[in-house]
């Protein structure tokens, strides 16, 4: 990879050519006010600024890990820019899994569906970003409807039977179902068969999808039957 292809970047020059463990232990200082609506997506150097507020207080690989997705998506030094992205990913890939934000996660999926080193990549990254961005869709979907409370007798009717959604799709019986757990069978027993990194990725939102508050947790509050629990 070229490294002088980008030292003329802002806010990535000084990031260039140092260790990944000296950018993991260095934070984020600096970058644009907190709120600034004004900072235009098309001005690079702002743009950058502001995405280093964000990771105030961050570590710097993470940012330098954003800054790669930034220039690949406008294409600028474009293979030099996938190199460093690729490199970063094959040599920290538990570091950024474990501390990337489900925002960046699926960005990166998104960039290695962009620009797959191969056809199993692509599949794999869009599966990803399929899951993030659908719970993204329906979590935001129950936000702007919460306000309408479920009755009890309509609660009771979806524990009891299962209602058409669309195009032969039901709904999950909630207390009693057995869907959730054969799926978390199926993706642990994936899981442990695929190390390839974008794999890596998906399973660390699989994760975070099953333990953070989403649907899968909600309804494990309301199981009431042990044969099917998760």
């Known amino acids: 990879m070229s490294i002088e292809l980008l030292k003329d970047i802002p806010h990535l020059k000084d990031m260039l050519g140092l260790p990944y463990d000296v950018l993991k232990a ?3 200082s600096g970058g644009a006010k907190p709120g600034n609506s004004k900072v235009k997506k098309s001005d690079l150097d702002e743009f950058l ?32 820019a996938k190199d460093m ?3 970063l990913w094959e040599n920290e890939t538990d570091f950024l899994c474990k501390h990337l934000s ?34 993204k869709l329906y979590e935001t979907e129950r936000l702007t ?4 409370n479920i009755s009890e007798r ?49 399973y660390t939102a699989v994760e ?9 947790l909600r309804f494990r509050r309301l199981h009431n039957h042990d044969a099917t629990r998760w």
């Open 26 to 28: 260095e934070l984020v």
């Open 49 to 80: 600024a502001a995405l280093a507020e964000e990771f105030n207080g961050r570590s710097r690989l993470e940012f330098f890990h954003t800054v790669l997705i930034v220039l690949i998506r406008r294409r600028i030094m474009l293979q030099a």
């Open 85 to 87: 992205f690729f490199d």
């Open 102 to 135: 489900l925002r960046w996660l699926v960005s990166a999926c998104d960039t290695i569906c962009d620009h797959p080193r191969s056809p199993a990549e692509a599949t794999t990254a869009i599966a990803a970003s399929m899951l993030i961005n659908t719970f």
């Open 145 to 148: 409807f919460e306000s309408l």
């Open 154 to 202: 309509r609660m009771a009717a979806l524990q009891g039977t299962r209602e058409d959604l669309f195009d032969g799709l039901t709904t999950f019986k909630i207390g009693r179902g057995d869907m959730i757990r054969n799926l978390a069978g199926r993706l642990k027993r994936t899981r442990d068969a695929d190390a390839a990194l974008v794999a890596r990725i998906f």
């Open 208 to 216: 975070r999808v099953f333990t953070d508050e989403t649907v899968f």
